[in-house]
T-cell receptor, first 111, second 113 residues
Framework: RKEVEQDPGPFNVPEGATVAFNCTYS??????FFWYRQDCRKEPKLLMS???SGNEDGRFTAQLNRASQYISLLIRDSKLSDSATYLC????????????FGAGTRLFVKA | IAGITQAPTSQILAAGRRMTLRCTQD?????MYWYRQDLGLGLRLIHY???????GKGEVPDGYSVSRANTDDFPLTLASAVPSQTSVYFC????????????FGEGSRLTVL
């Protein structure tokens, strides 16, 4: 089993739709969680951190479920500019920190 | 502020040749990392450095070496390139020892023939 697993997609949605991605992680001792966005042929950039209480940033909502070991990202009112690959990132504290990236979920938003 | 600068952005290399990918940051971050990204596999850590003068092995270190002579620079060297090292390489830095946000360079696309 991969340490961090994501559905690779692609998710094809119309503008204005709501779309949700899940990501599961295997290490119950994982400590911090993030969603990164990566545009085609570009570097990953932090989209948002994921807090235990859940957090929202505009149209984006991230949730953490420690009991089931998954994190989610919800995008409301999708825009064409949301088309990208979304990477789930998990930090494990193992002496230092070990950062593990999921392979990413591709999203295409179409007009 | 430039952030992280990588060079070259793209390179085609004959197998067996030596290649150094350069990475420089101007954010005074202590921690720096080299990742490779291959289709369907996500980003995999090659080597890292928690502070100037120290380095460590990541998930896929074989065939690669790094040095960290100062805070700003973290070059990655392929001593004798092989086709399986064809990939996109990203350098990253963090100011919180790996527990927080990673800042990435724009990537170096390497093709080994």
């Amino acid at each position: 089993r991969k340490e961090v697993e994501q559905d690779p997609g692609p998710f094809n949605v119309p503008e204005g739709a709501t779309v949700a991605f899940n990501c599961t992680y295997s290490n119950s001792a994982s400590q911090s969680f993030f969603w990164y966005r990566q545009d085609c042929r570009k570097e990953p950039k932090l989209l948002m951190s994921v807090y235990s209480s859940g957090n929202e940033d505009g149209r984006f909502t991230a949730q953490l479920n420690r009991a089931s070991q998954y994190i989610s990202l919800l995008i409301r009112d999708s825009k064409l500019s949301d088309s990208a690959t979304y990477l789930c990132v998990v930090n494990e504290a193992t002496g230092g920190f070990k950062t593990i990236f999921g392979a990413g979920t591709r999203l295409f938003v179409k007009a | 502020i430039a952030g992280i600068t990588q060079a070259p952005t793209s390179q085609i290399l004959a197998a067996g040749r030596r290649m150094t990918l350069r990475c420089t940051q101007d954010m005074r971050h202590n921690a720096m990392y080299w990742y490779r990204q291959d289709l369907g596999l996500g980003l995999r850590l090659i080597h890292y450095s928690n502070t100037a003068g120290t380095t460590g092995k990541g998930e896929v270190p074989d065939g690669y070496s790094v040095s960290r002579a100062n805070t700003d620079d973290f070059p990655l060297t392929l001593a004798s390139a092989v086709p399986s090292q064809t990939s996109v390489y990203f350098c990253a830095s963090s100011d919180s020892g790996g527990s927080g946000e990673l800042f990435f360079g724009e990537g170096s696309r390497l093709t080994v023939l």
